[in-house]
């Protein structure tokens, strides 16, 4: 099959496993469309959001529909880094023998990742970026495809760890979860409160997703598309010679080429979704800013003047 009717192949799927989704899942479609543009481009993702907005039921709602292994992890201040990743026990026969953590499985869900302490935090490190952990010396493998899935509640700060600049960098989108609309609200009390349960169907299995990623890979892109990316990028950083004065204004810190990478992958999935052969300037837009809310740092001067990271965003854009 051509990579083009591959792709024709993916809309319609991709159409299917939403609708799927939404069977459960009442609203959100920018989060659901942002979280699987993320699975497909083989990135991560951070979701920021109140409690109580469906987060998690999300998660397990789209591995269900994937047919992928899904593992919760509630992240407190006493969880080890060996309680993710597994750990050595002496056997019967009195030899070691790893014992796989929760952090081997498809999707893994990172619950309020900024509850635990660094040294745990950093142990996503190395499974998000190469897909492999090491205990004890051994390297091992995780399965494929794999993906995390981050919680922050924005609200609590008491008795947090906030995300390193570092760990921030390895997920691909932050998502922000906004409370549903009064309509929608509705049809989430009223599918809620019965005791009717819903039977969801496996759409898409692990091969396909690894498929459609290397699909993903394999679109090309115009030269203007790559350009407006990079060039966005630049942007934000204040010793560039092409910064507006938004950022010399209010950005401290601005995005590294890994964000440039990001908005190409994210634009080649988002036009991939849309039926486009080939993605655009405004497939770039469509995704810059859950690329690029976690990547600058903006001073008190933007804080002082109530700038959100959105509207210094949309400015640029």
Known sequence: MSDKAKIDQFVQQYGTLKNEIHKV???????????????FSRGHCL?????G??????????????????????????????????????????????LKGPLFSNIVLADEINRTPPKTQSALLEAMQERKVTAAGTTYDLPQPFFVLATQNPIEQEGTYPLPEAQLDRFMFNIWVDYPTYNEELAIVKSTTTDIKIDLKQILTGAEIMEYQDLIRRIPVADNVLEYAVKLVAKTRIGDASAPKITKDFITWGAGPRASQYLIIGAKCHAAMKGKYSPDIEDVQAVAAPILRHRLVKNYRAEAEGYSMDKIIQELL
Request: glycine content about 6%; overall charge negative.
């Open 53 to 98: 907005l469906a987060k998690t039921l999300l998660v397990n709602t789209i591995s269900d529909c994937l047919g992928l292994s899904f593992n919760r992890i509630q992240f407190t201040p006493d969880l080890m880094p060996s309680d993710i990743v597994g750990s050595e026990i002496l056997d019967d026969s009195r030899n070691f023998k790893f």
């Open 47 to 51: 979701l920021v959001g109140v409690p």
């Open 25 to 39: 899942i009442v609203g959100q479609e920018a989060v659901v469309d942002q979280v699987l543009i993320s699975i």
